[in-house]
């Protein structure tokens, strides 16, 4: 695998995580990202027994992840408006439809590093117990969150 499929998957992968971490978490405002994110990071801080240090390098990753969400965003609503154009044409252009997927990896090939180097910062920080303690939170809440999907 080519370094930059490791960074995309590797960058999918981290805000899979943060998304499905987001989407167990019982906080009032479930539309506002800030206050989701607000909560994961108060709880991580209880729950790992953080120190300052650690505390400011998770509110870095916190901050490379909204802004990663919301540059995100934006790209979405015209992502969507081409894929409806797309699907409303009597054919379908192979074409079109592979240059936005090529122009989507490649948004998340740029974005991938700075994201996963703010995590790495935060998870190298942790103690061996500490990043035991997450895994097994994580590991936790992905099962729960797959047991509860409509998919599974």
Not at 16 to 23: C, K
């Amino acid at each position: 695998m080519n370094k930059m499929v490791k960074y995309i998957a590797a960058g999918v992968g981290v805000v899979t995580v943060i998304g499905g971490l987001a989407a167990c978490g019982p906080w009032s405002h479930r539309n506002d990202p800030e206050d989701m994110a607000q909560y994961m990071i108060d709880k991580a801080t209880k729950t790992l027994q953080l120190d300052a240090m650690q505390v400011t390098k998770l509110n870095a990753f916190k901050d490379q992840a909204l802004k990663t969400r919301a540059e995100m965003h934006d790209k979405r609503e015209q992502s969507r408006a081409q894929a409806l154009a797309l699907i409303g044409q009597p054919g379908f252009e192979r074409a079109q439809a592979l240059s936005m997927v090529s122009s989507h990896l490649q948004s998340m090939s740029e974005k991938a590093p700075a994201l996963v180097n703010a995590f790495a910062d935060f998870y190298d920080s942790l103690s061996a117990q500490q990043q035991q303690t997450l895994r097994t939170e994580i590991s936790e809440r992905m099962e729960r969150h797959h047991k509860n999907s409509p998919w599974h």
